[in-house]
């Protein structure tokens, strides 16, 4: 089973800026599509930005026009930039990763692999 790697998250104070990295393993060629997701306790698990095969970016309607994912396929990493940041932006975040490559040669294969989540703590 392959694990994804979540690093940046931490404390910051409300209106600051952080950016969270998601990198696979090397068996994994490239991260061809997924998403971040946030849970905070007592909450369910949901889905605060995406990106789709294509390039195509969703956000949920509390994060839109504060955070922005985007990958580097050479780099094996999907990131999330978070600015403007807000207590209630407090959760444990995980990647997702649903379409990869595992060699340049091969087709994209659905999958399904998560990290282990990093932890995000605004301060107001």
């Known amino acids: 089973q392959v694990q994804l790697v979540e690093s940046g998250g931490g404390l910051v104070q409300a209106g600051g800026s952080l950016r969270l990295s998601c990198k696979a393993p090397?068996?994994?060629?490239?991260?061809?599509?997924g998403g971040w997701y946030r849970q905070a306790p007592g909450n369910e698990r949901e889905l605060v930005a995406r990106i789709t095969s294509s390039g195509i970016t969703n956000y949920a309607e509390s994060v839109e026009g504060r955070f922005t994912i985007s990958r580097d396929k050479g780099e094996r990493t999907v990131y999330l930039q978070m600015n403007s940041l807000k207590p209630e932006d407090t959760a444990v975040y995980y990647c997702?990763?649903?379409?990869?490559?595992?060699?340049?040669?091969?087709?994209?294969?659905?999958?399904?692999?998560w990290g282990k989540g990093t932890l995000v703590t605004i301060s107001s």
């Open positions: 997702n990763a649903d379409k990869v490559k595992y060699d340049p040669f091969d087709g994209i294969r659905d999958v399904n692999y």
């Open positions: 090397p068996s994994i060629f490239s991260i061809n599509a």
